[in-house]
């Protein structure tokens, strides 16, 4: 009780824990946003800054019986020349999204539009 009164008063405070990735919060796009940048194949591990540009997102479509949309983009900062394009495949299921390994292909010709939630806030 003492470290806390302590903490506070010399201007520190106790951060709750985030919210879990199963938490709704913002919109559906902002959420998928947030779970690429989560990624290795988009940065999260990069030592050096990231930032995305042309990002595309398709969906959600049907396939299979599944709700899908998939993400790419054009991340420049890991690679001196070139920019990479990470892709993901995310499945919605009851609210909670799943990134599904290895199925790229299901996002062949589904019309993609732009994803200015995941460019605006690479930095």
């Known amino acids: 009780m003492v470290l806390a009164v302590a903490l506070t008063a010399a201007g520190c405070s106790v951060r709750a ?3 879990s990735a199963a938490t709704p919060m913002g919109t559906v796009r902002e ?3 947030a779970l690429a940048r989560g990624q290795v194949a988009f ?3 990069s ?3 990231v930032r995305f540009e042309r990002s595309r997102i398709a969906g959600p479509f049907e396939d ?3 709700r899908l949309y998939c993400v790419s983009t ?3 900062g890991r690679s001196l020349d070139t920019p990479e394009r990470p892709k993901l495949v995310l499945r919605e299921e009851a609210g909670a999204l799943t990134i599904l390994r290895e199925e790229e292909e299901v996002c062949e010709g589904h019309r993609s539009e ?3 939630e995941l460019d605006s806030a690479a930095g």
Do not use: D, E, H, N
């Open 17 to 19: 824990a985030p919210p």
């Open 31 to 33: 959420r998928i946003a």
């Open 43 to 45: 940065g999260s591990v």
């Open 47 to 49: 030592l050096l800054p």
């Open 64 to 66: 299979g019986g599944r």
């Open 74 to 76: 054009r991340m420049k």
């Open 114 to 116: 732009p994803f200015p």
